[in-house]
């Protein structure tokens, strides 16, 4: 047998993303087989273990080819010296909402995450990869509020816990509320009021200050 280029094999790898891609959103997360993503991508079974170890492993790389690109993205092109924290972060918020609403694959993976798949066990290797990717955003919008704050963008009484949950949380749930009614508003056209509105209520709104603790 003929061994495989490092080219092809990624080649392979990427085919199969594809097809899980499609098999997960068109089935959920539990009904999907490997075999019938081996059989979406025109492949074996054994291809499909040749490259993952089970279903769980391949769902967190389909997950995790869109997801990496961003988590550089939120790391690169700030400037602490020069820049300003919150506006780097309002920019990396609203490349992905538009990202969201015009690359159909990384919408896709979205549905899936959101509308398609159960985490119900905090001991299922899915859960677990899951909570530690919202925590590493989370991670990354408490290190960028910190910064705003030493850069005095921010009040210095800010609460970075709370502002860094409402922050997130708002984020997800336009995208959810998107994908449920994506006829109800445009994600690309409103994408940059919707961040705007966000990061104006975390510079405004009193009940984020410390002292209303």
Same mark, same amino acid.
């Given at each position: 047998? @003929?061994?495989?280029?490092?080219?092809?094999?990624?080649?392979?790898?990427?085919?199969?993303?594809?097809?899980?891609?499609?098999?997960?959103?068109?089935?959920?997360?539990?009904?999907?087989?490997?075999?019938?993503? +081996?059989?979406?991508?025109?492949?074996?079974?054994?291809?499909?273990?040749?490259?993952?170890?089970?279903?769980?492993? /391949? &769902?967190?790389?389909? $997950?995790?080819?869109?997801?990496?690109?961003?988590?550089?993205?939120?790391?690169?092109?700030?400037?602490?010296?020069?820049?300003?924290?919150?506006? #780097?972060?309002?920019?990396? $918020?609203? &490349?992905?909402?538009?990202? $969201?609403?015009?690359?159909? #694959?990384?919408?896709?993976?979205?549905?899936? !995450? &959101?509308?398609?798949?159960?985490? @119900?066990?905090?001991?299922?290797?899915?859960?677990?990869?899951? #909570?530690?990717?919202?925590?590493?955003?989370?991670?990354?919008?408490?290190?960028?509020?910190? !910064? +705003?704050?030493? +850069?005095?963008? !921010?009040?210095?009484?800010?609460?970075?816990?709370?502002?860094?949950?409402? /922050?997130?949380?708002?984020?997800?749930?336009?995208?959810?509320?998107? !994908?449920?009614?994506?006829?109800?508003?445009? /994600?690309?056209?409103?994408?940059?009021?919707?961040?705007?509105? $966000?990061? +104006?209520? /975390?510079?405004?709104?009193?009940?984020?200050?410390?002292?209303?603790?």
């Amino acid at each position: 047998m @003929v061994r495989k280029t490092k080219e092809e094999a990624l080649e392979t790898r990427n085919r199969l993303l594809d097809a899980a891609a499609d098999v997960f959103h068109r089935d959920g997360f539990a009904r999907t087989t490997l075999d019938a993503v +081996a059989e979406a991508a025109g492949m074996t079974r054994g291809a499909v273990y040749w490259h993952f170890k089970n279903k769980s492993d /391949l &769902f967190n790389a389909m $997950c995790d080819r869109v997801r990496l690109p961003m988590e550089e993205l939120a790391e690169a092109g700030y400037d602490a010296e020069t820049g300003d924290p919150l506006d #780097h972060m309002r920019k990396v $918020c609203v &490349f992905f909402l538009k990202e $969201c609403a015009g690359n159909t #694959h990384l919408r896709k993976v979205m549905e899936i !995450l &959101f509308r398609k798949t159960e985490f @119900v066990d905090p001991a299922d290797l899915i859960y677990m990869r899951q #909570h530690e990717a919202a925590m590493r955003g989370r991670e990354r919008i408490v290190k960028t509020l910190t !910064l +705003a704050i030493d +850069a005095q963008h !921010l009040a210095p009484d800010t609460d970075i816990r709370l502002a860094a949950v409402l /922050l997130q949380a708002s984020i997800e749930g336009i995208l959810v509320n998107w !994908l449920i009614a994506p006829d109800y508003f445009s /994600l690309e056209d409103e994408a940059e009021r919707l961040v705007d509105a $966000c990061i +104006a209520t /975390l510079r405004n709104a009193p009940s984020l200050r410390k002292a209303a603790a």
